[in-house]
């Protein structure tokens, strides 16, 4: 089992950008797709961003794709999620997931796939 904790939420501007960060620990880093989901108040958990085992292969959702970029960094078991352009609407609880994968270009867009979580960082955006 892995053990995620997020960092670098905070409240920003419209505009603005936050970079989050999720450290594993417990389990082989790079042998995890990790992902980055979101859920505001009065809504369901929903899907942001994910990465293969690699790094070469990442996924969006439609809302943040253009505006977030997901990265890892496997020698510091450590998964990014870099967020630019940030709207009112971004503002949510962000946590980190991930699971175990056979195939270095693996990833899952949905929670379900996902075994570890983190905690969550909140992110608020003003207008």
């Known amino acids: 089992q892995a053990q995620l904790v997020e960092s670098g939420g905070g409240l920003v501007q419209a505009g603005g950008s936050l970079r989050l960060s999720c450290t594993a620990s417990g389990r082989s880093f790079s042998a995890l797709a990790m992902g980055w989901f979101r859920q505001a108040p009065g809504k369901e958990r929903a899907f942001v961003a994910a990465i293969s085992r690699n790094g070469y292969s990442t996924a969006y959702s439609d809302s943040v794709k253009g505006r977030f970029t997901i990265s890892r960094d496997n020698a510091k078991n450590t998964v990014y999620l870099q967020t630019n352009s940030l709207k009112p609407e971004d503002t949510a609880v962000y946590y980190c997931?991930?699971?175990?994968?056979?195939?270095?270009?693996?990833?899952?867009?949905?929670?379900?796939?996902?075994?570890?979580w983190g905690q969550g960082t909140q992110v608020t955006v003003s207008s």
């Open positions: 997931a991930a699971t175990r994968v056979s195939g270095g270009s693996d990833y899952h867009a949905s929670a379900y796939e996902y075994v570890d």
